[in-house]
């Protein structure tokens, strides 16, 4: 638990304030004995307890053990789309786009989309916003760390490239609009003066499509179903990934068949914005823990062109 107050002062006439609270939940659950043993990983984070439901993560963290229990080692390769758990996609969305759309990143030309401004960066369904004043957004906030005060900015509309996040400095470089950028850390106070401050995003939301769960499932001809991998991360230059996948299940003719496990999740993530196949309607806030600040917002997602690679 966290109650926090931020206060910026400075000779340019900047006094701005903010408080607010964060509940963050860890869920481990093993099951079964011996050599037999599933494991569960889940964790919840809310700007206050009420808002984390404990028992729906208690139950979704044994049925993950379970499963993971029974799941056996894939064999071969499936080309086909992947369906990602948003507190799995959370985390390549944060390491990619969060990275791809800083002020700072675009003017050292460590960006992918530095000279995109215009042009397609994503399939038609795809809007990406940074909402700093997004209402119980955990890293919400009135003003960023150089004081300038924050505003909603729309990144990416119905796939197309619009523009970036900068602080005052930087803006004035690559031609974006100034504010809401400047930030020494984004998810908890503790190490926010171990780094230095730097262009980030805030609340990074994937704006949600219609469809739940389900729906992407049944969709999906052949493909699989990730819940977990062991550790999501990719290149933020080049977006490529190859992350093991520890809980997944195969879809084949829009049914979820076998549980699987140490298998490679393998492709490109900025391809796979442009293949979206795919957008669920259920946002779940999800937490910068792989070096990239913010929290990102995001639905599940079916990624056309991705691979499932396992043991030969």
Excluded: M
Aim: contains cysteine; hydrophobic residues 40%.
């Amino acid at each position: 638990l966290q109650d926090y107050a931020i206060r910026v002062v400075n000779s340019n006439g900047v006094d701005a304030s903010h408080r607010g609270t964060l509940a963050y939940a860890y869920l481990t659950v093993k099951s079964g004995s011996g050599s037999s043993v599933g494991e569960g990983v889940l964790h919840g984070a809310q700007p206050s307890l009420k808002a984390i439901d404990f028992a729906a993560l208690g139950e979704t963290c044994a049925r993950r053990a379970a499963e993971n229990r029974e799941a056996r080692a894939y064999k071969g390769k499936l080309s086909g789309v992947a369906v990602i758990d948003p507190q799995e996609l959370g985390a390549l969305f944060l390491q990619s786009v969060g990275a791809a759309v800083s002020g700072l990143n675009v003017q050292k030309k460590r960006s992918p989309w530095a000279d995109k401004v215009g042009q397609d960066v994503g399939s038609a369904s795809v809007t990406i916003r940074d909402k700093p004043r997004l209402p119980n957004g955990l890293v919400s906030c009135a003003s960023d760390d150089e004081g300038a005060a924050t505003r909603d900015h729309t990144l990416v509309l119905a796939g197309i490239l619009k523009g970036f996040v900068a602080d005052t400095y930087h803006a004035r470089l690559v031609g974006a609009e100034a504010g809401n950028a400047f930030r020494r850390s984004a998810f908890s106070l503790e190490g926010a003066y171990t780094r230095p401050a730097e262009n980030h995003v805030s609340n990074l939301v994937l704006e949600p499509g219609v469809k739940s769960l389900e729906d992407l499932v049944g969709g999906v001809d052949r493909g699989v179903y990730v819940e977990k991998f062991a550790a999501p991360e990719l290149n933020p230059i080049s977006g490529a990934f190859a992350c093991e996948v520890r809980n997944a299940t195969v879809i084949e003719g829009g049914e979820r068949k076998e549980h699987v496990k140490y298998a490679l999740l393998t492709g490109n993530f900025y391809d796979g914005l442009r293949n979206v196949d795919g957008i669920g309607r259920d946002l779940e806030p999800v937490p910068s823990f792989y070096g990239q600040p913010g929290c990102a917002y995001v639905p599940p997602v079916a990624f056309a062109g991705l691979d499932l690679v396992g043991q030969d």
